[in-house]
């Protein structure tokens, strides 16, 4: 069947859309696009021009467009995340190592779960953050019994111990001993609280509060001396080791913390003695330290602090 066109002299203006016009060509927002950063790229910039007019749009109800606005904003702050990640991807991965959180874009399109799967692998989130140990082992997140609770305290005490004044235990030592109580006087808190400006009236509610404090390098600080890190499988013993002598010096009648109260109802051979109980309660933080441990990568042969002149 043979037609004529009435548009076909290249001199029509349609007076309605046209299908020549609505058929996409690859990389148009309509067409294929098998690369997905290129098809995000392109509606991105849709996206947030489409936001940015409605907030501009005074027709819009105030509360609509400051929900427009918001979109804005974090759309487009996302999309110059991602030209980080696309233009420098170490600088973005180093960055996310130290956070518990990625910003990211989730779409319709179905190479979107994918491609933020594979996202967030190459970030490695959290690898670095403040949670240390705690990201290695994420259902710890949801819930901790006390004996991993303990555990994950006395890795942080010791590896923020080590990693803030490791350099310094050592002058400490020399100086104030282990386990030997230094008075402060009162004149030196006297002298922080003039710098904080305080008034008379309040000087004299709190300055009080102070006397009789003392300074003191704690006892367990010594097994610090032969102490092997990174904390993983191979180092277990050594923090438990330590962390026994911390809890002994810190907290002598941590048995008797209500967390622990089911421990006295058990049966032991000798009777619900301290011994008994203290002795049930540190194998099972030993047994939580290796199931954290086992998450570690190891690392051969251990590091350890200098020995203490």
């Known amino acids: 069947m043979h037609h004529i066109s009435s548009l076909d002299d290249g001199k029509a203006q349609s007076l309605v859309f046209t299908f020549p016009g609505e058929l996409r060509m690859d990389g148009g927002l309509d067409g294929p696009e098998p690369d997905f950063l290129k098809w995000m790229e392109a509606a991105l910039f849709a996206d947030v021009g489409i936001a940015a007019d409605e907030a501009a749009w005074d027709k819009n109800p105030a509360k609509m467009r400051d929900a427009w606005r918001l979109f804005h904003v974090a759309i487009e702050a996302t999309s110059n995340l991602l030209d980080l990640y696309k233009y420098n991807p170490r600088l973005f991965q180093k960055i996310a190592r130290k956070l518990s959180f990625l910003p990211c874009l989730m779409s319709w399109h179905p190479d979107a779960e994918r491609f933020n799967r594979q996202l967030l692998e190459f970030a490695q989130l959290g690898q670095q953050s403040m949670y240390g140990e705690l990201q290695r082992n994420a259902r710890h997140i949801i819930r901790q019994s006390w004996p991993v609770r303990y555990a994950y305290a006395i890795i942080t005490t010791i590896d923020l111990t080590l990693d803030t004044y490791g350099e310094d235990l050592p002058v ?39 006397e009789g404090r003392y300074r003191v390098l704690p006892v367990w600080t010594r097994e610090l001396e032969k102490l092997r890190r990174p904390f993983n499988a191979d180092h277990v013993l050594d923090y438990w080791r330590t962390g026994k002598e911390m809890l002994l010096e810190e907290m002598p ?41 086992s998450a570690k990568p190891r690392r051969s042969p251990g590091k350890t602090r200098s020995k203490l002149n």
């Open 172 to 210: 400490w030592a020399e100086i104030y001993g282990y386990g030997i109580k230094h008075p402060i006087p009162l004149s030196e808190y006297d002298m922080a609280i003039k710098k904080l400006g305080w008034d008379e009236e309040k000087k004299r509610l709190e300055l009080p509060k102070y």
């Open 253 to 293: 009648e941590f048995h008797l913390r209500p967390e622990w109260e089911s421990y006295h109802r058990r049966h032991y051979k000798t009777g619900s003695k301290t011994g008994a109980v203290q002795h049930a309660i540190f194998r099972d933080i030993l047994a939580a330290l290796q199931t954290i441990g």
